[in-house]
């Protein structure tokens, strides 16, 4: 029985070994900087522990949140603006109000410093549902209350899915993604890390962009499809629950007397915030506080202010941060 069960054995140990999610270990660096990285990590709980990790390492007090959108906002311009030395970048792939909330809270209770918060939002945050499909959706169990237990039973469950499996021992011997078989949270794209504030970049892109333009887009061009040219609007999506989430959050701003201000995301789809999501935002927060980039515009125009259709550049994250930092 033993010699039959010893391959699972084998296998299971190559899990606690590798630690291919990174979620049973403290890490330095969650992120091989200026390297493949072949697989996604759950970017909520990187997030999360990564500050957990180095709370106490440097006295944040300045913090960025959103989804993968707000990765390339670089905290060395953020914290210019706001006069902050500690700011700390705390998205998710896939971020909702309810997990920004839950990251509010978590900093509220742990008796973070909290002076200035910049919320980077679209029409996609507002919705309703948490996008929790796969292993990098999984929210860390300091923010939904599962039990560790729990939590890494996902993962490891995971780890012996089939295409994850055989993908990853391809990986293993052949070190690259196995081009066969698909699955999302295996690729091959390079990051620029720096553990400390938590930031993603993609500096390859852009180096390959300053290198070659046309290079670049040119195998993306079907990605960049083709719009109406007439404005077109989010459905509403900020309900009673969102709303009293959004009340909760600005009840923390308050008690801390931070300074607040929030992007609404200069998306491709040039989809423009409907009114009523927006004008919850303008008496939640104040009309002063709120900046709405979506729709058609100047940046939404040009396809190469993104990297693909999802994800506007840093150049353009720059840019937001200069307009509205420089009228104060």
Known sequence: ??????????????????????VLYKYPSYYISDRDNYIELDRDYVSTQNYLNNRNKYPYDSYIFGNSRSEFYPVSVFGKYVHAAYCYHFDAFGENIRGI?????????????????????????????????????????????????????????????????????????NKKVDPKIKIKVMNEINYHYIP?????????????????????????MKLFYKRDTVMKYSDPGINDEQKTLLLHISAI??????????????????????SKDLNIL???????????????????????????????????????????YSKR
């Open 253 to 274: 701003l308050k008690t801390h007397h931070a300074t607040c201000k929030i992007v609404i995301n200069p998306l491709y789809d040039q989809l423009k915030l409907n």
């Open 101 to 173: 909330e839950r990251k509010m809270n978590l900093l509220d209770k742990e008796g973070a410093t909290i002076n200035n918060v910049f919320f980077v939002v679209d029409h996609e945050v507002f919705e309703d549902k948490d996008k929790l499909v796969g292993p990098t959706r999984t929210k860390h169990p300091a923010l939904s209350g599962e039990s560790m237990l729990n939590f890494q039973l996902k993962f490891f469950m995971f780890y012996f899915n089939k295409n994850f499996f055989l993908s990853y021992m391809y990986l293993l011997i």
């Open 282 to 324: 303008y008496q939640v927060f104040g009309k002063k506080n709120v900046f709405d980039f979506s729709g058609i515009n100047g940046i939404t125009g040009n396809y190469t202010n993104y990297y693909e259709n999802s994800h506007y550049r840093t150049k353009i994250a720059v840019k937001i941060l200069d307009s509205i």
């Open 1 to 22: 029985m033993s010699i039959f069960m010893m391959p699972v054995f084998i296998l299971i140990g190559i899990y606690l070994v590798n630690d291919p999610f990174k």
């Open 196 to 220: 400390a504030t938590n930031e993603l970049s993609l500096k390859s892109y852009e180096d390959s962009i300053a290198k070659n333009q046309g290079e670049f887009y040119q195998p993306r």
